[in-house]
């Protein structure tokens, strides 16, 4: 498990396998169609395709399963549910391998959950999504030194069109309550 | 009809242009709307990937406040401009309401701040009550500064009507259609129309988003302009478009459907706050003034090459 997302979410030792359970649960009628494959507008870059993916989360095939980089590429576009001839929830379970992934501290998770990590600390913290706050809590937790320099020239760009704002308190601390209740409940304490 | 408005996180940083003109456009036609008083993100498409619960309670509590709050004033609707709250929100009417379980882990989790949602407000999108309580003939009315046959290509992106088709058909999306033609314009027949722009993926992989942003961009050809109604589709068509002409791609000016519309009805570009769009450059808007669009962005808005921009 790896400091930046245990700050917020650190789970017990049940959570990865609710998860898993649930996953099976989602894709466990797949009939190995390949559509969600063929309607993916990400598959270029992922190294295994969603049809196969959900074989292997009938297998169980953990290891394999956290080592792939497909559910990074996923741009929840819905395309993959929408036709899905199953009707499975496509979409949803390649959030929940995320989660997964995040749970089990594999590797690139960090990396790749800093993003969405660094939106819901921004989230819990003004109530409101503060873009500047949230896009710092990104640089932070990305670890990169060289992601903030990428962004200079579009951050010039929207100053000059007046898109940047400082940040505000939004509704301060209004959803607190909300999330320490939710990290109770998923055993993300 | 009076709506509870949600406009979500966007419309206050870095679209308010989309917000501004969202709302002079429905005064204009007739709609009243209300913000949800205290309303919170709706955490977008970072909250699945982080918590499931997180994914339904934080659109849920916005839900529950028009339910116990706005009622009263005989309002049950939300309007939400952005796709991905629509989406959100709706999801936990089709999602939520029905699965007693998850309704009441749901409704646990609002009890922490005293709220508690039974399920009773409807969501609809900004098109979904253009084209459903409005129509293009109310529009048509108020149209006096037509668009001189400006050729418009209509961009839905994906969670607008995936992977809940309510009032469109999500293989082949034609809603804005009759908004650009009660307008003046000429619809740009293309295929990427409901295609991603790569949605959250531009944060953590732009070399995979840059790719889909040229797709779209390149079938845009002809066009004078792309019309959005989410300000992330806005956001990824309009400032990568640089990397994306690398890509194969081309320049060509996003704008949302209600900046175009406000234009149409005669209100001014500040009015609608068009100088914030990032492809309005000088030449473009010249090109719109005139009512007959230069060609795509011109280079000197282009940024420098980043190494992630
Ligand atoms: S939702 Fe994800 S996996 Fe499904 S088609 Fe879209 S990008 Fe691909
Ligand atoms: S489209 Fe549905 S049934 Fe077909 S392979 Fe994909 S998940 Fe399985």
């Known amino acids: ?189 | 009809m009076k709506y509870a408005y949600y406009p979500g996180c966007s419309l206050t940083e870095s679209a308010r242009e989309f917000d501004v003109s969202t709302r002079l456009v429905m005064e204009r036609l007739g709609c009243e709307l209300v913000e949800i008083p205290d309303w919170t993100c709706c955490g977008a498409s970072a909250a699945e990937p982080v918590s499931k619960l997180m994914n339904y309670a934080l659109p849920a509590r916005n839900l529950a406040i028009v339910e116990q709050e706005m009622a009263d004033e005989g309002i049950t609707e939300v309007l939400a401009p952005c796709s991905a709250c629509y989406l959100n929100l709706l999801k936990v009417n089709r999602e939520v309401i029905g699965d007693r379980r998850l309704h009441g882990r749901v409704n646990e989790v609002l009890a922490a701040s005293g709220l508690h949602y039974r399920g009773e407000v409807r969501v609809r999108h900004l098109l979904d009550v253009l084209k459903n309580e409005v129509g293009a003939k109310i529009v048509e009315q108020t149209i006096t500064d037509g668009l001189r046959g400006m050729k418009i290509a209509p961009y839905y992106g994906c969670q607008i009507l995936r992977p809940y088709p309510v009032f469109d058909e999500p293989g082949r999306p034609v809603s804005m259609e009759p908004f650009i033609e009660a307008m003046g314009g000429e619809v740009h027949h293309w295929d990427m129309a409901n295609r991603c722009c790569g949605a959250s993926l531009m944060m953590g992989h732009p070399e995979v988003a840059i790719r889909s942003v040229a797709d779209i961009l390149s079938d845009a050809a002809g066009a004078d302009a792309i019309v959005t109604v989410c300000p992330l589709c806005q956001m990824n068509l309009e400032a990568y478009q640089a990397k994306a002409r690398k890509a194969g791609g081309r320049g060509v000016p996003v704008l949302y459907l209600t900046q175009l519309m406000g234009l149409a009805m005669g209100l001014s570009e500040q009015d609608v706050q068009l100088a914030a769009n990032l492809t309005m450059t000088p030449a473009v808007r010249r090109g719109i003034a005139a009512r007959a669009w230069a060609g795509p962005a011109p280079a000197e808005d282009e940024e420098p090459a980043g190494l992630n921009g």
């Open chain 1, 1 to 189: 498990m790896n400091g930046a997302v245990r700050e917020t979410w650190s789970p017990a030792p049940e959570a990865d396998q609710m998860v898993l359970k649930e996953l099976r649960e989602t894709v466990g009628a797949c009939m190995q169609c390949g559509t969600c494959t063929a309607s993916c507008p990400n598959w270029h870059a992922m190294d295994i395709t969603p049809r196969a993916m959900w074989r292997m989360i009938q297998f169980g095939m953990l290891d394999e399963i956290l080592a792939s980089k497909t559910f990074w590429m996923c741009s929840a576009c819905y395309m993959c549910t929408l036709r899905c001839p199953r009707g499975l929830k496509l979409t949803s379970a390649m959030a929940a391998l995320k989660r997964l992934a995040g749970i089990e501290g594999s590797r690139g998770a960090r990396r790749n959950l800093a993003f969405y990590a660094a939106f819901m600390d921004d989230v819990e913290v003004h109530g409101r999504v503060q873009e500047t706050s949230m896009m710092q809590r990104y640089f932070l937790k990305a670890r990169d030194p060289m992601l903030p320099l990428s962004y200079v020239p579009l951050g010039l760009r929207m100053l000059g069109k007046g898109k940047v704002h400082m940040p505000g308190r939004g509704r301060g601390g209004v959803l607190r309550p909300l999330f320490a209740k939710a990290r109770e409940m998923e055993g993300l304490s």
